[in-house]
């Protein structure tokens, strides 16, 4: 009876080691891609979109908010509202940003409204699923949806069912601010790209002997002396330069330039403004004499800061109410200007300092900082993976030394006569009256002793013979 609970208990014992097991395996394998696993930043330079067909519907450009989608639907049915798509063209900046534009949302007709209200569903649903992931992915519970609603400033989050002239103030004022602090977050941005191309140029040459490092330096200095060598960049938004697309790219006669006609010749959406890709589509053939895909030396990053240095110079000077819009008038009062005519010379980003020593020397601290931490968190996921490891082994051996105990047991049954043990560790016993009438000898019938030595056997007598 005591062997009997012995198997048992191995058995269970051997089962359960099993499963951690299995466990371990499952979380070492996890923790293994956690630590090998890099993250991999990829650069999404636009590509310079094909030119507009006539007849075509045109697509306004990813103005690369968060919620461009729901800007972008908003509009599209406003104007589909004659009487708000009248007061849209007549407002100027001043309107728009204080709000009074937003209280025209209450003359649309209802067909515009029932719209409105539906996007605006969406949106808030669409901003509580994200919000709801972001959660899971940290398996957060209890989440407030309603208080984290308050993070997204582009729509009334205390009324969720329908689209109110608070939202429309709400969602221009987000949209002017985010499209505002756009421009300065590229910038930064380039700025970064920039100081990590040279630190790493810097990091490689440090592996390279002296021969070596020599070479790639005289290589360097001699592509950027192939890249400054490109012909002269007019001054953007200047006469020579509009002139130049009005012939290259327009096809027409540059002894004709008339500015009234260019304006509405590159007005692809004839909504009365130059928008800041209309604009940007301007200096094309500017940006085509300096950088080129097919050259080594040119680096397509470089080529949309310029687009979009040339873009914020020309903003300045001619967007007199600053409302990121050109208008006819905006841009004839401009041709009118000195700086159009006689324009200062245009210095490209090759011919300028884009960091200091000192912000090049900060920035790579930080990254020594950032690589530091992840050496730390890469050690410290490699110490884990070795603990679990080491506990897979001693399981296993456990595991082992079981089986073999197991195994022992079995044999030493088998020599001792005694049943095996069944796969579930029972014994394979008979009950005692089976054994007690396997092993007693067979008497001679009529009688259950045995008969004494000499003694013969009387035939036994038939019943059905004996006669009266």
Request: net charge negative; aromatic share 6%; proline share 5%.
């Amino acid at each position: 009876m005591m062997y009997v609970n012995f198997c048992d208990l191995v058995s269970f014992q051997m089962k359960r080691l099993s499963v951690l097991s299995q466990q371990c395996l499952v979380l070492m394998t996890c923790l293994l891609m956690a630590l090998e696993a890099v993250p991999i930043d990829i650069d999404k330079t636009k590509v310079k979109a094909e030119g507009h067909v006539e007849g075509e519907k045109v697509e306004n450009p990813d103005t690369g908010l968060y919620y461009d989608e729901y800007l972008r639907q908003v509009i599209d049915v406003l104007e589909t509202d004659k009487h708000f798509r009248e007061k849209l063209q007549t407002a100027d900046i001043e309107e728009i940003k204080s709000g009074k534009l937003s209280r025209e949302l209450d003359l649309v007709s209802h067909h515009v409204r029932t719209r409105l209200d539906e996007l605006k569903r969406q949106e808030v649903a669409r901003l509580r699923m994200l919000i709801k992931a972001k959660m899971d992915s940290v398996q957060d519970t209890g989440i407030d949806h309603q208080a984290l609603l308050k993070q997204f400033e582009h729509l009334n989050h205390q009324n969720p069912d329908t689209f109110e002239p608070k939202d429309l103030d709400m969602l221009i004022k987000a949209a002017t601010s985010d499209l505002e602090n756009y421009d300065k977050t590229r910038h930064e941005e380039f700025k970064k790209y920039e100081m990590m191309k040279e630190h790493e140029r810097r990091e490689y040459l440090k592996t390279l002997d002296e021969e070596k490092r020599k070479k790639e330096e005289s290589k360097f200095e001699e592509m950027k002396k192939k890249h400054g060598d490109h012909p002269k960049v007019h001054h953007p938004g200047s006469k020579d330069q509009l002139k130049e697309v009005w012939e290259e790219a327009d096809g027409l006669d540059p002894n004709e330039f008339d500015p009234k006609t260019f304006f509405k010749l590159h007005d692809v959406n004839n909504d009365g403004f130059l928008d800041e890709q209309e604009l940007e589509a301007l200096f094309t053939k500017e940006l085509e004499k300096v950088y080129d895909p097919k050259n080594e030396e040119d680096d397509m990053v470089e080529m949309e800061e310029e687009r979009l240095r040339m873009r914020e110079h020309v903003m300045n000077e001619v967007d007199i109410n600053k409302d990121r819009l050109v208008t006819l008038e905006e841009f004839l009062r401009a041709t009118e200007k000195k700086e159009f005519l006689e324009p200062d010379s245009w210095e490209t980003l090759d011919q300028q300092q884009l960091f200091t020593e000192d912000e090049l020397k900060e920035f790579e601290n930080h990254i020594s900082q950032q690589e530091d931490e992840l050496r730390k968190k890469a050690e410290e996921l490699q110490k884990q993976k070795e603990e679990l490891q080491r506990q897979h082994d001693q399981l296993q051996a456990q595991k082992q030394e079981l089986q073999q105990v197991v195994k022992q047991m079995e044999q030493k049954k088998l020599q001792q006569g005694s049943p095996p043990a069944g796969p579930g560790g029972e014994l394979k016993i008979q009950p005692p009256a089976e054994h007690k009438a396997a092993d007693a000898p067979q008497h001679p019938a009529g009688g259950d002793q045995p008969l004494p030595p000499g003694h013969v056997q009387e035939p036994a007598v038939r019943t059905d013979q004996v006669h009266p």
